[in-house]
C-alpha cells in the first residue's frame, strides 16, 4: 500500500487496534450493511466520533484497485455533500476505510424502505439539490476532474437532519479537461446507465448527469426506477416520465404520499431531470447549470421531447439478466448491490428483433456491473 504515501491529502492511518476496539472486535451487533467490498460495522472511536467502518473482504469483488480509487479520491475532495474519509487502517488482512457516521442510513432505504421518515416536499426538493451540487463540485470545482460512475439512490446518505452526502467512489475515474472522454471498461449499476457509456463505454461527467436524472425522479415519485409489479406501461419510471411530459400530464409522476408540495417547483424539477435524461450526451446541460436552474437562476431550458433515451432490442436486456451472478449489499453504510460480469460484448450480437426496452431501465435496474477491460 505503498500508493497511501503518494495520495493528495494523505488519509490518517488508524492502527487495527483502535478499529478492532471502536468496533467492539467486529461485532455482528454493529454491522450497518454488506456491500460489494464486505461488510460495514459502526464503530466509536477513542475521541468519541461515531463512524462507519468498511472493510474489503478477502472474497470482494472489488480489490485493491477499487479501494486505492476509492481512498485517493476521496482524500482529494472536500464538500458539504461528500461523504467525508477520516482515515484507513491497512495492518490487517483486510483492509479497511474509516468515514463519518450518516445517521439516517442511505437514500434508497428512506424512499424504497420501512421508515418513520417523512420525506416531505421541501425535504425532497433539497436533497436533490444537495445531490446536484455535490456533482458540480466533482465535475468542475474540485482541483481534478471526477466521473464517479455509480450514482444512485443507495449511494447518496442522509445526515441527522436529512443532508444528503455522495458515497462510495470506488468506480471513480479522473480525467483532464483536455480530454473530450475516456474509453473505458463499462462499470456502475443498471438503471442508471447513459446510453452511450453503456454501449460504447464513451465516459464522461455526462454519465453522472444521466445518472443524477434517473434519481430525481425515483425521489419525485417516491418508487424504484423500475418496478415489475406495475403495468406494463408504468414498469419503467423514465419511460413514464417522458410519456407524461409529452401528455402534459408531468404532475402525475409525483409520490401519492406527498399531499402538500410546490406546483411550480415540482414541475421545474421533473422538467430538469428530463434535461439530464437526453439521449444523446451534449444535450445534457453540466451540473452547475443543473443547480442554478433548481435553484432558479437561470431559467429552466425546454425539453426536446425527440431526445428522449435511445431503446435497444429486449434481447439485450435478457443477455443483461442472464450475467447475474449473486450478491448483495450496501454504499458506504447501507444499501443493496449485486454483480454483473460481461456487458460489452452483449452489444455486438447480431440479428433483428422488433421488441424494445430502455437500455437504462432493464428489469435489472438494482444490479451492479464489474468493470471489463477498458
Same mark, same amino acid.
Given at each position: ?166 458515497? /462510495? ?85 409525483? /409520490? ?119
Amino acid at each position: 500500500m505503498e500508493e497511501l504515501f503518494t495520495i493528495v491529502g494523505r488519509p490518517n492511518i488508524f492502527s487495527y487496534g483502535e478499529i478492532k476496539s471502536a468496533t467492539d472486535s467486529f461485532s455482528l451487533s454493529n454491522i450497518l450493511g454488506r456491500g460489494g467490498y464486505g461488510p460495514v460495522y459502526k464503530g466509536k472511536l477513542l475521541d468519541g466520533r461515531i463512524v462507519a467502518v468498511k472493510q474489503l473482504s478477502s472474497t470482494s469483488h472489488q480489490g485493491k484497485k477499487e479501494f486505492m480509487t476509492e481512498i485517493a479520491t476521496i482524500s482529494a475532495v472536500q464538500h458539504r455533500n461528500l461523504v467525508k474519509l477520516h482515515g484507513c487502517c491497512i495492518d490487517s488482512k483486510t483492509p479497511l476505510l474509516v468515514y463519518e457516521y450518516l445517521e439516517q442510513g442511505s437514500l434508497d432505504q428512506a424512499i424504497f424502505g420501512k421508515t418513520d421518515l417523512n420525506l416531505d416536499w421541501r425535504t425532497r426538493f433539497e436533497i436533490c439539490v444537495g445531490i446536484a451540487r455535490g456533482l458540480a463540485y466533482l465535475h468542475e470545482e474540485s482541483s481534478m476532474r471526477i466521473v464517479h460512475r455509480d450514482i444512485k439512490a443507495s449511494n447518496v446518505l442522509l445526515d441527522a437532519d436529512l443532508n444528503p452526502k455522495i458515497s /462510495d467512489f470506488g468506480l471513480a475515474r479522473h480525467y483532464k479537461d483536455s480530454m473530450t472522454h475516456l474509453n473505458t471498461g463499462v462499470a456502475g449499476t443498471l438503471g442508471y446507465l447513459a446510453p452511450e457509456y453503456a454501449m460504447m463505454g464513451h465516459l464522461t461527467e455526462k454519465a453522472d448527469v444521466f445518472a443524477f436524472g434517473v434519481v430525481a425522479l425515483e425521489i419525485l415519485a417516491g418508487r424504484r426506477n423500475f418496478d415489475d409489479s406495475l403495468e406494463e406501461d408504468e414498469k419503467y419510471l423514465l419511460g413514464c416520465a417522458w410519456h407524461l411530459h409529452e401528455s402534459q400530464r408531468t404532475l402525475e409522476l409525483l /409520490d401519492s404520499k406527498l399531499i402538500e408540495f410546490d406546483e411550480e417547483e415540482a414541475a421545474r424539477l421533473i422538467n430538469v431531470a428530463l434535461l439530464c435524461t437526453m439521449g444523446l450526451p451534449q444535450r445534457r446541460p453540466p451540473m452547475s447549470k443543473v443547480v442554478s436552474m433548481l435553484t432558479e437562476d437561470i431559467e429552466v431550458t425546454d425539453v426536446d421531447t425527440t431526445m428522449r433515451p435511445s431503446y435497444v432490442p429486449e434481447w439485450q436486456v435478457r443477455s443483461f439478466s442472464s450475467s447475474y451472478v449473486s450478491g448483495s449489499g450496501s454504499s458506504a453504510q447501507q444499501s443493496s448491490r449485486s454483480q454483473i460480469s460481461a456487458l460489452s460484448s452483449s452489444s455486438k450480437k447480431p440479428g433483428n428483433h422488433r421488441d424494445t426496452s430502455p437500455l437504462a431501465l432493464s428489469p435489472c435496474s438494482s444490479g451492479g456491473i464489474d468493470e471489463g477491460a477498458g
